[in-house]
């Protein structure tokens, strides 16, 4: 990436700076001349200075060149804006309407259509009704400070600051990243029971090269879990068609 070229080049840059010998230019030949001994050593601090803020520079070119543009930072800044309330922050980086609409068909998809399930049929049969609730559900507990669920992540935040936690992120990785598709996954540890849940996100790279949650491969999983955790549901139980 471009941005990693310039990140060598301010590298090798503040390098040459620290150990190069303190010159001068002849104007009438064009050579270099050394310089006084005990001025180039006086003279030497201000390099020194010059190349670490010369690096210092080329760290926060990479920073913002390349890690900001990561699938992974992307998990952890909406992740970051779940728990701050920042719903706009957060629909730049979570398509909420495809996430609830394709988590919501891998949770009662197959069940209401095999006919296993009486519920998981009628709810599948008012889908659009249940996909545009569950939806503005999710809106109003990202929005909402008193209704949105108290995850901790201490990847990115003080844990001295924050509240007692329900749940806790203890890891975020990718998996695959090629072109404008990646697979992330996240631990997600139910801190009283101990539990975890692992979170399969899919995302996609906008126009821009900045990555958006699009999908959560395993919601079943995920949704099955949660049921198991919490003692309650969100939805009726939808169990897997009978084989």
């Known amino acids: 990436p471009r941005s990693s070229i310039f990140f060598m080049y301010f590298v090798k840059s503040a390098c040459l ?3 190069s010998l303190p010159v001068k230019i002849d104007l009438s030949t064009g050579k270099e001349v050394p310089v006084n001994t005990s001025t180039g050593q006086k003279n030497r601090w201000w390099y020194v200075l010059l190349a670490a803020l010369i690096l210092v520079a080329g760290v926060l070119l990479f920073y913002y060149g390349y890690y900001i543009r990561t699938p992974q930072y992307a998990v952890m800044d909406a992740a970051d804006a779940a728990r701050e309330h920042d719903l706009t922050r957060f629909e730049r980086r979570v398509d909420i309407d495809t996430l ?3 988590g919501f068909d891998d949770v009662f998809r197959d069940s209401a ?3 296993t399930s009486m519920p998981a049929t009628i709810m599948y049969a008012m889908r659009p009704i249940f996909i545009q609730a569950l939806s503005h559900a999710l809106r109003s507990q990202i929005e909402q400070k008193n209704s949105a669920p108290i995850i901790s992540i201490p990847l990115i935040t003080n844990e001295k600051d924050e509240p007692p936690s329900n749940y806790e992120v203890t890891d975020i990785q990718t998996l695959t990243s090629e072109g404008t598709n990646a697979e992330v996954l ?3 540890r139910e801190i009283n029971r101990d539990r975890y849940i692992p979170l399969h996100l899919s995302l996609v790279k906008d126009s821009t090269g900045f990555w958006r949650i699009k999908r959560l491969q395993n919601a079943a999983e995920v949704y099955d ?4 955790i919490s003692g309650a549901t969100l939805l009726p139980a939808a169990p897997a068609p009978a084989k």
């Open 100 to 102: 609830v609409q394709d």
């Open 186 to 188: 996240v631990r997600l």
């Open 225 to 228: 879990a949660y049921r198991q």
């Open 113 to 115: 259509n095999a006919g």
């Open 17 to 19: 700076t620290i150990i």
